[in-house]
């Protein structure tokens, strides 16, 4: 069945650094990639998406980029600050073959950075 | 704010016990999720309305189950709870069925004693 794999975490950066969370998926047909974020306490909140191979995903900084070839959707971002500290979920949707679209994600990555 | 509402925002009952979830999705949204978050298993769909009829059931218990009312609101009801029915639930909504980009509520976390 369908899957999404992300890295375990957490992943502890100084701010200002780069950020790469990585993503891979194993999906019948063409999903649609997702990121969600998960602040402390909260519920998630959509960071970005993409809907077909080579889109580009991007919202406050956060960048991730649909990989056919790799099966990937790395997200990314030049410089992180101590308000990005959250759980980042990479999730996929496929309606391949007339199924629902529900989202399957992956464990989560917990961000930690550091002033 | 995403426009999903959930109510309550947490529960505490006893083994046994039944209980019931509610949320509202944003104005417009015919279709609504149901989603489990727990520490072992992570973020399971668990069932899937679209304007009232059950579209999909994912890793949903037989002691569960769900409604989609003609307002669109939807209620998860929860039965015969044991202690390994305690987690986060969360409701989403989208706009139509398809890929399309689903909006999450503040959850209702479940305890149960």
């Known amino acids: 069945g369908d899957s999404v794999t992300q890295m375990e975490g957490p992943v502890t950066l100084s701010e200002e650094a780069f950020l790469t969370i990585n993503c891979t998926y194993t999906?019948?047909?063409?999903?649609?990639l997702f990121w969600y974020v998960q602040y402390p306490g909260e519920g998630l909140q959509l960071l970005l998406k993409?809907?077909?191979?080579?889109d580009k995903g991007s919202n406050k900084g956060f960048e991730a980029t649909y990989r056919k070839e790799t099966t990937s959707f790395h997200l990314e971002k030049g410089s992180v600050q101590v308000s990005d500290s959250a759980v980042y979920f990479c999730?996929?949707?496929?309606?391949?073959?007339?199924?629902?679209?529900?989202?399957?994600f992956g464990t989560g990555t917990l961000l930690a950075v550091q002033p | 704010d995403s426009g999903v509402t959930q109510t309550p925002k947490h529960l505490i009952t006893a083994t046994g016990q039944r209980v019931t979830l509610r949320c509202s999705p944003r104005s417009g949204d015919l279709s609504v999720y149901w989603y489990q978050q727990s520490l072992d298993q992570g973020l399971q769909f668990l069932i899937q309305?679209?304007?009232?009829?059950?579209?999909a059931k994912g890793n949903i218990l037989e002691r569960f189950s769900a409604q989609q009312f003609p307002d669109l609101h939807s209620e998860l009801n929860l039965s015969s709870l044991e202690l390994g029915d305690s987690a986060l639930y969360f409701c989403a909504s989208s706009a139509r069925v398809g890929p399309y980009e689903q909006y999450f509520g503040p959850g209702t976390r479940l305890t149960v004693t």
């Open positions: 309305y679209y304007n009232g009829e059950e579209r």
């Open positions: 993409a809907t077909k191979a080579d």
């Open positions: 999906a019948t047909g063409y999903p649609s």
């Open positions: 999730a996929l949707s496929s309606n391949y073959g007339g199924a629902t679209n529900k989202l399957i």
